[in-house]
């Protein structure tokens, strides 16, 4: 698997307006990017921090996997992305490796990737995305 650099870290919050305050008050970043990606039923507010982006992740749905976790596990850290140069090399490389997988092929996801998740149950506890920016 060929793995570039941490492409975000996606944290599970309520609200993405409260903890605006904190990021870019507090913290000092800059919300660069809000948007919802309406078939994972979420919104998400993107910061930069050197080469690595922090995603926040507002449930928009009672029914989605963010608000699920949230009532599961309250918010917080929710999965570990990272960049490759093929999502989908880099799903074959783990189901291969025996890597249990969410997702068996690449997806749209925010800011216009191509994401794949693998299961926490074979990574760890942590839940992994992969992500393949196909404009580079």
Do not use: W
Not at 62 to 78: L, P, Y
């Amino acid at each position: 698997m060929n793995l570039t650099h941490i492409e975000h870290l996606g944290i599970a919050v309520k609200s993405i307006e409260a903890c605006l305050p904190y990021y870019e008050g507090v913290l000092g970043l800059k919300c660069y990017n809000i948007e919802e990606v309406a078939d994972q039923k979420v919104k998400t507010a993107f910061f930069k921090v050197g080469q690595t982006k922090i995603e926040l992740l507002e449930p928009t749905s009672e029914d989605s996997t963010i608000a699920k976790f949230i009532a599961n596990k309250g918010e917080g850290i929710h999965h570990i992305a990272f960049a490759t140069d093929s999502v989908t090399e880099a799903l074959a490389d783990a189901a291969e490796k025996g890597i249990r997988l969410i997702d068996t092929a690449p997806r749209g996801g925010a800011e216009g990737l191509q994401i794949a998740f693998l299961h926490p149950k074979s990574t760890c506890s942590v839940l992994t995305e992969l992500c393949e920016d196909p404009n580079k």
